[in-house]
C-alpha cells in the first residue's frame, strides 16, 4: 500500500458522488471530512488494529453505536475502493463495535397534547397547519409533506401519493461549502407509496384545494417549496404558542404511528403506511409492550396449564 488514503479517499468521493443521493453524499462527506480524514489523512498502510483504535477512539469521545458504525461503514467503503483499483492489497478486518446498552422510545404527543394541537390547527386552518394536519393523519416525513403538491392530493382515488421528498443538504467539498435544497425520490423504494385520506382529513383538504394551481406545493401554496429549515421553525413557535413541550418534528409521525398501535392497527399495514423498507423497524420502533400487557400474557398462558 503505497497510495495515501487522502489520494484513495478523493477518487473515492468522485465515483461515490454519480451513484447516490444528494443527502446520502452530504452524509458520507461529514463523516470524512470530520472524522475519517483527520485520523487517516496519510496513511499508506491501515492494519485492523489501526481500525480498531479509530472504532474505540470514536467511542470514548462519545459517539453513539450508530455513528461509529455509520462511520465505519464509509471508511470501509473507500477501503474496499481502493482495494478494487488496485492501490491496496485486499484484507479482511474482524471489528468489535460498541452496542447499544438501552432501547430509546420514540418521543410522541400525548392524547391530550395530540387533541390540543389538532384543535389549534383545525380552528386556524392555512396552508402551513394543514400540513400539520396531514403528518399527523398520514405519518409522513417533513421533506415528504414539504414536497407535496395539490396534484399528489388525488381526491377522486381519496389517496396522498408520496413521490419525492425535499431536503435543504449542507455540502463541504474541501473549500467548497453551500445550501441547496434537493427534491429527490423518497428515502426508499418503501417510501414511495400511496397513503389513503380519512373522510375527516378529506373535509379539511378539498376547501383549500379548489382553485389551487395543481403544480403548487401544499405547504407554501406556491410555485417553490418551503425550506425545511424554515417550516421546523415555523412547527417549534407554534409549539411554544400553545405550551405544549418541545418535541422534534419527527414526533408527529411517531405520535401518528403509536396512535395507529394504540387502535389496534395491525403492524404490517402501519408499517407500509409508514414507508418502512420492513416490518421490523416498525416493531423495533413502536411495539414494546407494557408491564399490564406482559402480564395479561402470563396469566393467559398460565391459564391454559390449569
Known amino acids: 500500500m503505497t497510495t495515501s488514503f487522502k489520494e484513495v479517499a478523493a477518487l473515492w468521493k468522485a465515483d461515490k458522488r454519480k451513484w447516490v443521493k444528494d443527502a446520502t453524499y452530504a452524509v458520507y462527506l461529514q463523516h470524512l471530512n470530520n472524522h475519517i480524514l483527520p485520523y487517516f489523512e496519510n496513511r499508506t498502510d491501515i492494519q485492523e488494529q489501526d481500525i480498531q483504535n479509530f472504532i474505540d477512539l470514536k467511542h470514548t469521545q462519545g459517539k ?56 389549534y390547527l383545525k380552528n386556524n386552518i392555512g396552508p402551513k397547519n394543514l400540513g400539520l394536519i396531514i403528518c399527523l393523519y398520514s405519518g409522513m416525513r417533513i421533506g415528504e409533506v414539504i414536497g407535496l403538491q395539490w396534484k399528489d392530493l388525488d381526491i377522486k382515488a381519496g389517496v396522498i401519493k408520496v413521490r419525492k421528498t425535499i431536503q435543504r443538504i449542507y455540502l463541504a467539498d474541501g473549500e467548497q461549502k453551500r445550501y441547496f435544497l434537493s427534491i429527490g425520490t423518497p428515502k426508499t423504494a418503501s417510501s414511495a407509496r400511496d397513503i389513503p385520506i380519512s373522510s375527516e382529513l378529506m373535509g379539511i383538504i378539498k376547501p383549500l384545494r379548489k382553485g389551487a394551481k395543481p403544480e403548487n406545493y401544499v405547504i407554501s401554496n406556491a410555485a417553490k417549496p418551503m425550506e425545511p429549515r424554515a417550516y421546523r421553525a415555523y412547527y417549534s413557535g ?69
Open 64 to 119: 453513539s453505536p450508530k455513528s461509529i458504525r455509520d462511520i465505519t461503514l464509509v471508511l470501509r467503503m473507500i477501503l474496499r475502493y481502493g482495494e478494487k483499483t488496485g492501490a491496496w492489497p485486499h484484507k479482511e478486518f474482524n471489528l468489535h463495535f460498541p452496542i447499544e446498552t438501552k432501547q430509546k422510545d420514540p418521543t410522541i404527543l400525548s392524547r391530550n397534547q395530540q387533541k390540543r394541537l389538532m384543535r
Open 238 to 306: 407554534l409549539l411554544k404558542r400553545l405550551r405544549l413541550p418541545h418535541l422534534r418534528f419527527h414526533a408527529l409521525r411517531h405520535s401518528f404511528a403509536t396512535r395507529c398501535i394504540e387502535s389496534g392497527c395491525d403492524y404490517k399495514t402501519v408499517s407500509v403506511i409508514l414507508g418502512h423498507s420492513s416490518i421490523s423497524t416498525t416493531l423495533d420502533m413502536y411495539v414494546h409492550p407494557g408491564y399490564a400487557q406482559k402480564k395479561k400474557a402470563i396469566e393467559r398462558m398460565a391459564s391454559k396449564l390449569k
